[in-house]
Structure formats: C-alpha cells, structure tokens
C-alpha cells in the first residue's frame, strides 16, 4: 500500500469522516448512518478450508450498529489507478466478508433443529447483515473501468441469448465516487466538503485561489485535512503547517500558493513519467534509458510503471 493510500486510510478511518463520506456519496446527504454506530472492523477478509485459501485487505471497513447489535459492514475502497477488475475484485471481498459473517455463526455452538440446520451449521432463523463497499477514484485519468459486473462480461454476439443471460446474471453494480467528475459536494456536513472542493479546483489556480478567499473553514483547517489535501494534490513538498493560533488570511494564503505550486511541479514531473511509460510499452525506449531520463534506477522505474497500470 502506498503512502497515498495509507494517508487516507488514516483520514477517512475518522467516524464522523467516514459516516459523512457514506451519507454524502450514497445517501446523497441523508444522515442515515450516524458516526456513533460505527465501529472499525478487521481490514483483512480471509477464507481458509479444503476448496479453498486465500485474503483480501480492504482499506477501510467500519461495521455499523444499532441499539448494540451489529446492522450492517461499510467498506471503503481508495483507487488511484483505473482497475479493469474493480467489480469482480469488490464483488470477492463483498463475498468473504459475508463467509466471516458465516463462520461466525457456525463456531456458535447451537443446538440444531433438524439436518438441514445439523449439515450447514446455521439456523433457518440466521441472518447476515448487509455488506456494503464505495470505491472512491481520486486518479488523474479519465475512469475507463467498468461499472459493474455487466461491463466486464462477455454475453456472446447473439443479442437475444445475451439478453437472457443478463436476466440471469445479477449486475452487481459499483457504489462509486469519482472525484474528479463529481463537483458539487455540499451533501457533506465535514471538512471533506472542504477538502472535495479544494480538490476540485487543484488545475486551475484561479479558481483554487478564489474558494480559499471565500471560505474562511480554508484559514481554520485543521492540521489532518491539511495533510491529506498535500497527498491529494500530489505534493511533496509541503514546508509550511501553521499552527491555529498563529493563522492569519495572509500566511494561510502563502501555504496555499506553496501547495499550488508544488502540485504542478509534481504533475509536470508526472507527465514526464506518463511520457516515458509510454515510450518503453511501444517499445521506442529501453527501461534502461527511461529510468535514466528519470533519475531513476531501473528497479524503481519498473516499479512505478507498473503502480501505474502499464
């Protein structure tokens, strides 16, 4: 996991953050999931028996519960990089987490009613509870994905058989945050309304500046949405973190200028990069000479190719 990644993790793992990033991009501003129920949960799905082993790590999952009893397991799933698998991929920690759900239930120890109940080991009167994930994409990218299930199956050229099928076949469709299609974020009640809309505006520096003038929550940031504007904007450079009783419109408007202008240094040496990733697929330049151009060893180079799809 990269340290993109692992920012956010921490950012959004906040309950208030987590339930208004839930209530905004899914409930479109309903405030139907309340940060006091919720509860962060084990990242790691994992299956283990005689069909089968293996694990998935979630990024961030919180279980939600009411009056004391568990209701429903929010997952939040961060993507930088377009995934092509992204609905299968959800669709297999979706159903892992409904298998931990299951075994749970089968180490109660019940008494069984009958061998239906005896062979499973789950009552006729058990439940699950709802499993529910929302990919948030912050990449560059246009997102080139599929959507759900559907885009990523092959039904055949027969139209009226592929009609059947896709009766048949359930569309598991993605909840999906795309934050760079996505521009009006007043559903949230947090600093993510913040955060979002800064993002936004992170090409154009007119308008970047003039929300920072507008929106006087921009001088009394706190000191974590600070960092995770910086990974988001994609700077690395940031020096300046002003503590709150030192802010004034003035200082505040200098770390602003520094994260614009770091971020498009970032992103001309991005574009390098994207240049030189390029060239090496259609095989015009050799990883040796890229990595070179980059200041790079090729290692690392090879590496930062493929984090970035190629």
């Not at 939040?76 to 992204?86: E, F, H, T």
């Not at 009766?167 to 993510?192: C, D, G, I, M, R």
């Not at 030192?246 to 770390?255: A, D, F, I, Q, S």
């Not at 990733?277 to 790079?296: E, N, P, Q, T």
Request: hydrophobic content about 35%; charged content about 30%; overall charge negative.
């Amino acid at each position: 996991m990269g340290k993109n990644d692992i920012t956010l993790k921490d950012y959004l793992s906040e309950p208030k953050r987590y339930a208004d990033l839930l209530n905004g991009s899914i409930f479109q501003g309903r405030q139907i999931i309340d940060a006091g129920e919720l509860i962060e949960a084990d990242t790691v799905q994992s299956k283990s028996d005689e069909q089968a082993i293996m694990e998935r790590l979630n990024d961030i999952t919180m279980k939600q519960t009411k009056d004391g009893s568990l209701f429903a397991v929010w997952t939040v799933a961060n993507q930088q990089y377009i995934d092509y698998s992204m609905p299968a991929r959800v669709m297999l920690q979706d159903a892992l987490s409904y298998d931990r759900q299951l075994k749970e239930l089968k180490r109660q120890g019940y008494d069984f009613a009958d061998s239906g109940e005896f062979l499973s080991r789950i009552r006729q009167d058990d439940h699950l509870h709802p499993v529910i994930t929302l990919v948030i994409y912050w990449g560059e990218d246009e997102w080139r994905g599929a959507k759900s299930l559907h885009d990523i199956l092959d039904f055949g050229a027969d139209p009226v058989l592929a009609q059947e099928l896709k009766q048949l076949v359930p569309e598991y469709p993605l909840h999906f945050l795309n934050l760079s299609e996505v521009h009006n974020y007043s559903h949230s009640k947090t600093e993510l309304r913040t955060l979002f809309e800064l993002y936004d505006r992170r090409k154009d520096k007119s308008a970047f500046t003039q929300y920072v003038e507008e929106h006087d929550e921009c001088r009394h940031m706190d000191a974590e949405t600070y960092w995770a504007l910086r990974i988001l904007v994609n700077t690395t450079k940031l020096k300046t973190m002003i503590p709150h009783s030192e802010r004034t419109e003035k200082n505040m408007g200098n770390v602003f200028d520094e994260i614009w202008e770091d971020a498009r240094e970032e992103g001309l040496h991005e574009g390098k990069l994207t240049t030189l990733y390029d060239l090496v697929h259609d095989g015009l330049l050799s990883i040796k000479d890229a990595a070179a151009r980059a200041s790079m060893t090729e290692s690392a180079f090879t590496t930062e190719m493929q984090k970035a799809g190629y």
